[in-house]
């Protein structure tokens, strides 16, 4: 039988090697720049609000409708409860698709098409231009016309689907990494 001051011992030994090995690595990682995930060095403003405008915005208003509502739900939008803070506005010039011909078959009829959305971030500090400057931003898909009318028009929009995510996700990269640094 072994005493139990020994039990004690051993049992405060390891544990204090293992506590002492996991504080060394969680202050190496985070040392060497690793982040653990959903940890946020700094917070991102709180965009009161998305405005969607420009040419793109007007000739087709429900793909206009989308990229505010994907842009609101990816930078959480207006989920704040602090109304000491200023009021930012993202306003998003959106430009009219491109589509352009890729392909065409030997009877001259067009087969392949690249849609291309162009969009130029601006953010707002209480209506006034901030100071940083966004790039213009592209997302593009490519589809394919068939013989039918309908499922042109269905390829069409997923193809604008496509590029509306594409554009999305390198805009809420481009809108949070100008914060981090």
């Known amino acids: 039988m072994i005493p139990l001051t020994n039990m004690c011992s051993t049992f ?9 090995f996991a504080l060394c690595l969680i202050f190496l990682l985070t040392g060497c720049g690793y982040r653990f995930p ?3 060095p700094k917070t991102l403003p709180f965009i009161r609000s998305v405005q969607v405008v420009g040419d793109g915005a007007q000739r087709l208003p429900v793909l206009a409708r989308h990229l505010q509502t994907k842009i609101e739900r990816q ?8 109304a000491q803070q200023k009021s930012i506005r993202l306003k998003l ?12 078959t030997q009877k001259g009829r067009a087969a392949q098409y690249r849609i291309i ?4 971030p601006t953010l707002f500090i209480e209506e006034t231009p901030s100071d940083i400057q966004f790039p213009s931003i592209q997302g593009s898909a490519t589809f394919y016309e068939l013989a039918s009318g309908t499922t042109n028009q269905a390829a069409r929009q997923e ?4 590029a509306l995510d594409q554009l999305v996700s390198a805009l809420v990269v481009l809108v949070r990494d100008s914060y981090s640094e």
């Not at 405060?12 to 002492?20: K, L, S």
């Open 38 to 40: 959903g940890e946020n």
């Open 93 to 104: 010039l959106l430009d009219s698709p491109q589509q352009t011909l890729l392909v065409q």
């Open 117 to 120: 959305l162009t969009v130029k």
């Open 12 to 20: 405060h030994t390891r544990f204090t090697n293992q506590t002492w």
């Open 159 to 162: 193809a604008q689907s496509e």
């Open 75 to 82: 930078l959480s939008v207006g989920q704040s409860d602090s």
